[in-house]
């Protein structure tokens, strides 16, 4: 006895992701759906060895149906999730829309995979940003050892963050460099992405700072705890997959370099790889198509008192997006929804 399930935004960057990883891990599935826009009715995506073809959602019936991986823009999911969740499936959703409602869960599962008992309220799970995801994964076994204080973070995060537009930019604007003639003025960004980097992602706040960072204030003190502070950067670099941070992390008792590698290296889901040589540290594309968080470059923060350093990179539309929905759908199956 398996799972209905439905990917929504299947055509998108996130969408196929899902399909993948849904078949990756054997999750347990009876029936699949393959949603999008009616732009995209008829289109063929893969599920594992099966070719699906894609359904209009505007059209789809979620009434029988028992979990419904949202990957579609903020707009349409306040459309279509209440529909599904009101039919009793369970919305599991990648957008912003979500995650600050207090009746909503907002889940890491290696960080808080009990809060997603409080689904049965709206009967919707959210997922956070993909750049807090991949860092709490690693804040979480830290600050249970020596509790933070305070996170200081740049983030350097790649072009499919933004959506498949996002990654045809890079690629178009990269290609015209060689060829003048093919100029593409900036769409999807602000400014030229090709060459560039741009610290600048989603609208900007009253305070200075953008949505993108004020997401990674907010997001992990709902995940891990409401008494961290965070001041984050939030950039956009000129690669196509995999986010990269550079997390300054204080914390309130002594925690060695030595020993924090040895916490990490221990903790579900992270690859400690730091080695004090050349190349001895992961960078965004050997993370592509990984499940792991990989931690380098793990070093004392002599500035202050009690300090760390570290580069946490991982693959953003798996960790930072589509595994972790379907860790949560995982979790969801054996705590809440038992089948068999
Ligand atoms: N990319 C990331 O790293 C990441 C991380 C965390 C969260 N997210 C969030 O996940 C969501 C999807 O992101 P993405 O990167 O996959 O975007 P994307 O590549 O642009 O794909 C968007 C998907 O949404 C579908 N869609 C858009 N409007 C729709 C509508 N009105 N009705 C039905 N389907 C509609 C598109 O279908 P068509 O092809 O038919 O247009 C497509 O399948 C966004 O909310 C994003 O913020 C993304």
Request: proline share 4%.
């Amino acid at each position: 006895m398996g799972y209905k399930v439905a990917v929504v935004g299947a055509t998108g960057n996130v969408g196929r992701e899902m399909l993948n990883i849904l078949a990756e891990r054997a999750f347990p599935v009876d029936e699949i759906a393959a949603l999008a826009s009616r732009r995209s009715l008829g289109t063929e995506v893969s599920f594992g060895d099966r070719t699906l073809k894609t359904r209009d959602l505007d059209a789809f019936d979620f009434a029988g149906w028992d979990i419904a991986l949202f990957a579609i823009g903020s707009d349409a999911t306040k459309t279509y999730a209440p529909k599904a969740a009101r039919a009793g499936c369970v919305v599991i959703d990648n957008s912003s829309l979500y995650r600050y409602d207090p009746d909503v869960p907002l889940v890491v599962p290696e960080v808080n995979a009990e809060a997603v008992e409080g689904y049965a309220k709206k009967n919707i799970i959210a997922n956070p940003n993909c750049s807090t995801a991949q860092m709490v994964v690693a804040l979480k076994p830290l600050h249970d050892r020596a509790r933070i204080k305070r996170v200081v973070v740049s983030t350097y995060q790649s072009v499919s963050g933004a959506g498949k537009e996002g990654m045809d930019e890079l690629w178009d604007q990269t290609k015209a460099i060689y060829n003048p003639t093919d100029e593409i003025a900036p769409k999807k960004f602000q400014k030229q992405i090709a060459f560039n980097v741009i610290p600048h992602i989603d609208v900007f706040m009253e305070d200075g700072s953008t949505k993108e960072e004020w997401k990674m204030v907010a997001e992990t003190k709902k995940i891990v705890d409401s008494s961290i502070k965070v001041t984050a950067t939030c950039v956009r670099v000129p690669v196509f997959v995999g986010h990269a941070e550079a997390i300054n992390l204080e914390f309130e008792d002594h925690l060695d370099e030595d020993e924090a590698r040895d916490i990490l290296r221990e903790a579900p889901s992270i690859m400690v790889v730091d080695k004090r040589e050349d190349g001895g540290y992961v960078t965004p594309i050997e993370c592509v198509g990984d499940f792991a968080t990989f931690v380098s470059r793990i070093r004392q923060d002599s500035t202050i008192d009690n300090g760390l350093n570290l580069w946490v990179v991982s693959d953003n539309l798996r960790k930072g997006a589509a595994l972790n929905a379907v860790q949560i759908a995982e979790v969801l199956g054996q705590r809440c929804l038992k089948k068999g």
